[in-house]
């Protein structure tokens, strides 16, 4: 879906019309290496004359702001330079000094939860080991440095209540403790 299949041909072009007996899985993995988004590669030889090529993509999981630039963090916490940022609308802003080495870790876990990944607007990452979560509607979710399924599953049950619909902060840092705004 984000690697074009011309980019590909043109990286294993080398190898056409060479022997399949003579080419190696290494060849073809050296080749497309430098590629963005991939994640891994099969490669099956079919006899007399074909070699089948599977490319398993990482996924985009938002845009990352470093140093004063902007780079598309993928799945396998890769980053890569943004060329068009219309290609990537709807991903989550990333925000905070080594936030790239510890979103992926932090996703998880959200997933793992059922939290709603798809209403995430920023993630702002703090050197203590905390993330802060601001949502499409606006409100902003502050989790303590030791966000555990505990605490995410609460904060999907009070983003579900009624009557925190009208607060803007919902504060989880204090174990024991929900301060809201």
């Known amino acids: ?13 080398h190898l056409y019309g060479r022997n399949i007996l003579l080419i190696k899985r290494k060849n073809i993995e050296e080749s497309l290496e430098n590629i963005n988004f991939l994640k891994k590669i099969e490669v099956k030889k079919k006899y007399p004359n074909t070699i089948i090529v599977k490319i398993f993509e990482t996924k ?10 902007e ?14 940022k219309e290609d990537f609308t709807g ?3 990333i ?7 510890n979103i992926i870790n ?6 793992a939860n059922k939290f709603p990944i798809n209403n995430i607007k920023n993630f ?14 606006n409100r902003t979710i502050k989790f303590p440095h030791n966000a555990d ?5 609460k904060t999907i049950e009070l983003l579900s209540r009624k009557d925190f619909q009208n607060y803007k902060i919902i504060d989880l840092r204090i174990d024991g403790k929900i301060i809201v705004e």
Not at 95 to 101: L, M, V
Not at 124 to 137: A, M, Q, T
Not at 149 to 153: A, C, G, L
């Open 1 to 13: 879906f984000l690697i074009k299949e011309e980019e590909i041909i043109s990286k294993l072009n």
């Open 60 to 69: 985009p999981v938002g845009i990352l702001f470093k140093d004063k630039d």
């Open 71 to 84: 780079y598309l963090l993928d799945s396998s916490a890769n980053l890569i330079e943004i060329e068009s």
């Open 91 to 93: 991903l989550p802003n």
């Open 95 to 101: 925000i905070g000094n080594d936030a790239e080495n």
């Open 106 to 111: 932090f996703l998880d876990q959200l997933k």
């Open 124 to 137: 702002s990452y703090f050197k203590i080991g905390r993330w802060d979560v601001e949502l499409l509607d």
């Open 149 to 153: 399924s505990r605490i995410i599953k």
